[in-house]
Nanobody, 116 residues
Framework: QVQLVESGGGLVQPGGSLRLSCAAS????????MGWYRQAPGKQRELVAA???????NYADSVKGRFTISRDNAKNTVYLQMNSLKPEDTAVYYC??????????WGQGTQVTVSS
């Protein structure tokens, strides 16, 4: 069983940056895909970015060119670097891990608020 703990959320002004971290209690080496989801009030949870064990990445169109996902298997940690933040990026961000198609592990979430 793997537990995921997010950190790095907070309040930032539009145009600012944040770096989210997701620390796993166990090894993520065998977890095929690690990802970041977000859920804004009144909206469905959506995939923001994902990275496979081989390093392949994919991003939601709304964050392409602004967000970067990375993983450090040696540290059992996944990161989400978020630049040029917009008010519409405000949401609770969740770390997730998947062996195949379904999400097997969820973190508890971290709040990101973009506001002046």
């Amino acid at each position: 069983q793997v537990q995921l703990v997010e950190s790095g959320g907070g309040l930032v002004q539009p145009g600012g940056s944040l770096r989210l971290s997701c620390a796993a209690s166990g090894s993520i080496f065998s977890i095929n895909a690690m990802g970041w989801y977000r859920q804004a009030p009144g909206k469905q949870r959506e995939l923001v970015a994902a990275i496979t064990s081989g390093g392949s990445t994919n991003y939601a169109d709304s964050v392409k060119g602004r967000f970067t996902i990375s993983r450090d298997n040696a540290k059992n940690t996944v990161y989400l670097q978020m630049n040029s933040l917009k008010p519409e990026d405000t949401a609770v961000y969740y770390c997730a891990g998947s062996y195949y198609k379904d999400v097997d592990y969820w973190g508890q979430g971290t709040q990101v608020t973009v506001s002046s």
